[in-house]
């Protein structure tokens, strides 16, 4: 099972920001459950942000006033008789924190507060509402986290993301359409983080290796990709004359089983072949050696994959990696994948 703390760390090179001052002890921290540990994380958040001020945004309002102020919507005022109560209705701009980021940060502090965390973090985060006093809630279903940054509101970035995070992992729909508290993420939550988390830790630690999440090219006969699907590789990594497609795979049983038979699930096998193979073609002639590897987060399962595979003069290989046991055994762990592949690696 994976410890709370490790998920800190993966946290941290997901978003950047972790890594800096004021965030540094979370990971000394003792925390009960991933909710905990979350709710912590925006705490320390958004009291940075409050110190260097909440995002503020013109809002439109329209409103009756005894006094006017910006345009007057006549229309409306005759429609309303508000002149007969010696008021006009007004449409004016206002400088307000009530902005759509906020409003996500407020909401999701709200939810936090019927979770299953430490009551000194229950405390503290209805301290910190006090300051979204002017700031209204969303529903949570209808969120739209799809917002933009600029250099005015980046360090609203990690915080939109930690409150997706708590949003998604938090609350889920039962079958009778209420909502109820998770104490962690799902399985979808945690496979994004874990991929995440193994693309920043190799572009972070080792720069000497191009690490990105790159879209393979389809290797056609023909021009025709109608309805083809973008494929898109979790992890590539180059280096030299080689090049390490990873997949990262989070799932509650890394096998699939029949008639008492374990084998690896067969999607995700034909899945990097196809990678290797079209990633194969494309650097066709350049002398490049392409692998894949299937890398699982470990499970307590008995039968766990530890393997390597010859196809078609490729290698494909299925490991996993335990997050079970403290960050540097991870560390080492994914040092080990890269030096084992990447042989003329310098020895960081």
Known sequence: MIKIQNIYYMLSYAFQ???????KDVATEEFSN???????????????????????????????????????DISQSIKTQ?????????????????????????????????????KTRKKEIKRLLAFFSDVDELEIHTINWKQYYYRNNQTYQMLISICYLIIKGLIQTTSNGKT???????????CHLYEKFILEYYRSV????????????????????????????????????????????????????????????????????????????????????????????KTDEAIIPDNEYKMSGNTISVKTLDLSVDFSKIEEQLHRIVKGFFVSIPQK
Request: hydrophobic letters at 35%; a neutral charge.
């Open 34 to 72: 991933v909710a905990d540990l979350c709710s912590e994380i925006l705490i320390r958040g958004v009291t940075l942000q409050i110190k260097q001020g909440l995002g503020r945004e013109y809002i439109s309002y329209t409103e009756r006033l005894s006094s006017i102020r910006g345009k007057i």
């Open 180 to 190: 109820r508290i998770m104490d962690y993420f799902d399985e979808q939550r945690m």
């Open 206 to 297: 080792f720069p000497m290796i191009k690490t990105e999440a790159s879209e393979i090219k389809w290797i056609l006969d023909d021009d025709n990709s109608f309805m083809l699907p973008t494929m898109k590789s979790d992890i590539t990594l180059s280096y030299g004359n080689k090049i390490l497609i990873i997949d990262a795979k989070y799932y509650d049983h890394i096998t699939q089983v029949h008639f008492d038979k374990h084998t690896i699930h067969s999607g995700n096998l034909y899945q990097i072949f196809t990678y290797v193979k079209n990633k194969e073609a494309e650097v066709k002639g350049r002398g490049m050696e392409v692998s894949g590897l299937l890398l699982y987060a």
């Open 17 to 23: 920001s972790l890594r800096e001052q004021g965030y």
């Open 82 to 118: 508000s002149m007969l109560r010696k008021q006009m209705v007004c449409t004016y701009d206002d400088l307000s924190t009530n902005t759509y980021m906020n409003r996500i940060i407020k909401t999701t502090m709200c939810k936090l507060l019927y979770a299953d965390i430490n």
